[in-house]
C-alpha cells in the first residue's frame, strides 16, 4: 500500500481526464436530474414550464399516484419486492447448494452437469419466455405469483459463480475438520460453507435481483390481472393510457422516480459487492 | 465447451475429491452431491431444459384446420417439417428486424464497452479529482431498469420537454424529432448505452484493479505515457474480461425487448415487428400462431448460441491462454 500511496501522490492531475469524466458522468445523471425535477410539476407544467425549472407539486403528485384505483401503484412496488426480493434469495440459495456440490465433491455426471449449466448461460432467458409460458399455462400456473417466482429462481450463471466462490472460499480442510467433529454434509455446508461464500452469495443474490427486477417480458407474458403486475408493467401500461389522458403522464413520472429510490440506495450502499471480476468469477469485497 | 470454463481449472486443483478417494466414508456421502443439486436441477429442467426442447418441438408441428374450423376435431395438431422455418424467414417483416437488431448491435456494443473501457481506464489512472464521483454517477444508472429508462429517456425524448433541443432551438437551430424513422433506432441504443455502460465499467475497472502497480510504475520509468500504458499493458491484460463482457452484451442485444416495447405508445415509428422478438411476441400472442412464434425463437436462439461461441472460439484460445 505504501508504493501506491507513493506512486499516487506523484501522478500528475489531469484536466483533460477531468473533463471526460465529469461528461460521462453528466450524461449519465440527466435522465435521473430530469425525473426528480419532472416530478415537482404538474401536468400542466411539464410540457409549459423550461425542462430543469422545480416546482411545488411533488406531494400533490405522489398522492394522485397513490389515489390511482386505491393504491394500486403500492401493490406493484410490494410485488417487485416480492418477485426480486424472494425470487433472489432462493435462486442465491439453490445456487450456493449446486456450486458446492460441484466444488466440493466428486460424482458420476459432474462434467455433464457443470456444461450443461455452462450452456444454460448463454441460452438467451428472454427467449425461454414464450414456451414457458405455454407450458406452466398447461398446468394452469399463468396470472400467478409463482409463474413469476419460479423460473426466476434458476439461475446458471449464479450457479457457475457459485461453483468459483466455494471452491475458492472454502478450504477442504475446514470441511474435513467439520466431518471430524461430526458434523453431517449439511451441518457441514449450512453452517461453515455458507457463512464463508457469504459475500460472494451477496454479489449472486445483487446478480439475480437486476436481472429479475430488470426482466419485462417474463411477467409482461405471464400475467393478466394487474394486481399482480410489478412496477415495470404497471407503469408501461400507465404510459399507455397516457397517449389519451396526458394527465397520466405525471402520474407515469412520479411512479417512475419513487420505484428506482429505493434500488438506488440500495445499489450505492451495496456498491462493493459489484466488484465482480467476470473472466475469474471472484469478487474483490 | 470448451473455452467458457477459464477458471475451472483452478478451482478443479483445489476441490477436495471426497467421496472418491476416501472409501469406507464414500458410501455414507454417495447421494450427497445430488441432493445439493437437486433443486437446482429440477428447476433448470422444468424452467430451461423443458421449455427449449417444448420450443424444438413445436416449431416443428403445425394446426391444421379443416372445414370452418368450429367444433371438436376440426383443429388438428401435425407435424409440419421445416415448414414453419421457411414461413418465418421468409415472411417479409422477419430481414427487415433482423437488418435492424444487426445495425442496432453495432451501435449498442462497441459504444457501451468503448465508453465503458474509457471510463474504467480514466478512474484507474489516478488523474483526477473526479474519479470516485463519476464511478457512482456511471455505475447508477445500472439500479434503473430498462423499462423505466425507456420511460426518462422517451419523455426526454419529445421535442416539448427536451432539454436538448430547447438548446438546440436556443441556438437557432432545428431539433431533429428523434422519433422520426432515421432516428429512432439511435434513440433506442441510447437508452442501452446508458444502462449498460456502468455496469461494464464496474467490471472492467475491478479487472483494472487487479493488475499489480509496479508493472505501470517500471513502463512509466521507461518513459511509456499513459496512453501507452494503457494500451499496451491494461487493455491486454484484461482482454478476458472485455470478452465475457462483449459475450454478455451481444446476448442483451439480441433480445431488446423492453426498450421498444416501452416506447412504443409515444413512438409510432416502432412497429410491432421492429425486433425479432417483439415479432415472436406479436406471433404467439397477438396472432397466436405459437408455431412461427416457436420457429423464430429457435432461430434467434441459434443465432445468438452461434454468434457467442463463435466469438469465444475466435478470441478464446488466445485470451484465455493468458491466465495459465
Given at each position: 500500500m505504501a508504493v501506491a500511496t507513493a506512486v499516487k501522490?506523484?501522478?500528475?492531475?489531469?484536466?483533460?481526464?477531468?473533463?471526460?469524466?465529469?461528461?460521462g458522468a453528466a450524461y449519465c445523471l440527466l435522465p435521473v436530474l430530469w425525473v426528480v425535477i419532472a416530478s415537482t410539476k404538474s401536468a400542466g407544467e411539464l410540457f409549459s414550464t423550461f425542462t430543469l425549472t422545480p416546482s411545488t407539486h411533488l406531494f400533490d403528485n405522489v398522492a394522485a399516484l397513490s389515489d390511482y384505483r386505491g393504491g394500486l401503484y403500492w401493490r406493484w412496488?410490494?410485488?417487485?419486492?416480492?418477485?426480486?426480493?424472494?425470487?433472489?434469495?432462493?435462486?442465491a440459495f439453490v445456487s450456493a447448494m449446486a456450486g458446492f456440490a460441484l466444488a466440493r465433491y466428486a460424482f458420476p455426471g459432474k462434467s455433464v452437469i457443470f456444461n450443461l449449466i455452462l450452456a444454460g448461460v448463454l441460452v438467451p432467458g428472454v427467449i425461454l419466455a414464450v414456451p414457458q409460458y405455454l407450458l406452466l399455462a398447461k398446468v394452469g400456473m399463468t396470472n400467478t405469483y409463482w409463474a413469476v417466482l419460479l423460473p426466476s429462481m434458476i439461475s446458471p450463471y449464479g450457479i457457475y459463480?457459485?461453483?468459483?466462490?466455494?471452491?475458492a472460499a472454502v478450504p477442504g480442510e475446514v470441511l474435513e475438520a467439520a466431518r471430524m467433529d461430526g458434523a453431517g454434509d449439511w451441518h457441514a455446508f449450512a453452517r461453515v460453507a455458507l457463512p464463508m461464500m457469504r459475500p460472494g452469495l451477496v454479489t449472486v443474490f445483487l446478480f439475480q435481483f437486476v436481472a429479475i427486477w430488470n426482466n419485462f417480458m417474463l411477467p409482461y407474458i405471464m400475467l393478466g390481472d394487474d394486481r399482480l403486475f410489478p412496477v415495470t408493467v404497471g407503469l408501461s401500461g400507465l404510459l399507455n393510457q397516457g397517449a389519451t389522458q396526458p394527465a397520466m403522464y405525471t402520474s407515469v413520472i412520479t411512479g417512475a422516480l419513487l420505484s428506482v429510490l429505493p434500488l438506488v440506495a440500495l445499489f450505492l450502499s451495496l456498491q462493493r459487492y459489484w466488484q465482480v471480476d467476470l473472466a475469474a468469477g471472484a469478487v474483490k469485497a | 465447451?470448451?473455452?467458457?470454463?477459464?477458471?475451472?481449472?483452478?478451482?478443479?486443483?483445489?476441490?477436495?475429491?471426497?467421496?472418491?478417494?476416501?472409501?469406507?466414508?464414500?458410501?455414507?456421502?454417495?447421494?450427497?452431491?445430488?441432493?445439493?443439486?437437486?433443486?437446482?436441477?429440477?428447476?433448470?429442467?422444468?424452467?430451461l431444459g423443458a421449455p427449449v426442447v417444448y420450443a424444438g418441438y413445436l416449431s416443428l408441428r403445425r394446426v391444421k384446420v379443416s372445414g370452418l374450423g368450429l367444433g371438436r376435431g376440426s383443429r388438428v395438431e401435425q407435424w409440419a417439417g421445416l415448414s414453419n422455418y421457411t414461413r418465418v424467414l421468409t415472411d417479409s417483416e422477419f430481414l427487415p428486424s433482423v437488418g435492424r437488431i444487426a445495425l442496432y448491435g453495432l451501435i449498442v456494443v462497441p459504444l457501451m464497452l468503448g465508453g465503458a473501457l474509457l471510463m474504467a481506464l480514466l478512474i484507474d489512472a489516478g488523474r483526477s479529482r473526479a474519479g470516485r464521483f463519476a464511478r457512482t454517477a456511471i455505475f447508477l444508472p445500472y439500479a434503473v431498469p430498462a423499462v423505466i429508462a425507456s420511460l426518462l429517456w422517451g419523455f426526454l425524448y419529445l421535442p416539448r420537454i427536451s432539454p436538448i433541443?430547447?438548446?438546440?432551438?436556443?441556438?437557432?437551430?432545428?431539433?431533429?424529432?428523434?422519433?422520426?424513422?432515421?432516428?429512432?433506432?439511435?434513440?433506442?441504443?441510447?437508452?442501452?448505452?446508458?444502462?449498460?455502460?456502468?455496469f461494464n465499467m464496474i467490471v472492467l475497472y475491478t479487472a483494472l484493479r487487479t493488475i499489480p502497480g509496479e508493472l505501470s510504475e517500471a513502463a512509466r520509468i521507461d518513459g511509456a505515457s499513459d496512453v501507452?500504458?494503457?494500451?499496451?499493458?491494461?487493455?491486454?491484460?484484461?482482454?478476458?474480461?472485455?470478452?465475457?463482457?462483449?459475450?454478455?452484451?451481444?446476448?442483451?442485444?439480441?433480445?431488446?425487448?423492453?426498450?421498444?416495447?416501452?416506447?412504443?405508445?409515444?413512438?409510432?415509428?416502432?412497429?410491432?415487428?421492429w425486433t425479432p422478438l417483439m415479432m415472436v411476441y406479436r406471433d404467439a400472442f397477438i396472432r397466436n400462431d405459437i408455431h412461427a412464434a416457436a420457429a423464430t425463437s429457435v432461430v434467434i436462439a441459434v443465432a445468438t448460441f452461434a454468434l457467442s461461441f463463435g466469438f469465444l472460439k475466435l478470441v478464446g484460445s488466445r485470451a484465455f491462454r493468458q491466465e495459465d
Open positions: 501522490a506523484r501522478t500528475r492531475r489531469s484536466p483533460a481526464a477531468t473533463v471526460l469524466l465529469v461528461l412496488m410490494a410485488n417487485t419486492a416480492l418477485y426480486a426480493g424472494v425470487g433472489a434469495l432462493a435462486s459463480l457459485c461453483r468459483i466462490f466455494a471452491a | 465447451m470448451t473455452t467458457l470454463p477459464a477458471v475451472t481449472p483452478a478451482a478443479e486443483r483445489s476441490a477436495v475429491t471426497t467421496a472418491a478417494d476416501r472409501p469406507g466414508r464414500g458410501r455414507r456421502r454417495s447421494g450427497t452431491p445430488y441432493a445439493f443439486l437437486a433443486p437446482a436441477l429440477v428447476l433448470f429442467t422444468a424452467f433541443s430547447d438548446v438546440l432551438n436556443g441556438a437557432g437551430l432545428s431539433a431533429p424529432n428523434v422519433f422520426s424513422s432515421s432516428w429512432v433506432l439511435y434513440a433506442v441504443a441510447n437508452i442501452a448505452i446508458w444502462g449498460g455502460m456502468g501507452q500504458i494503457a494500451l499496451r499493458i491494461k487493455i491486454p491484460v484484461i482482454l478476458p474480461s472485455l470478452i465475457m463482457t462483449f459475450v454478455f452484451s451481444l446476448i442483451a442485444t439480441l433480445q431488446v425487448f423492453a426498450e421498444p416495447m416501452t416506447l412504443r405508445p409515444l413512438a409510432n415509428t416502432i412497429s410491432a415487428t
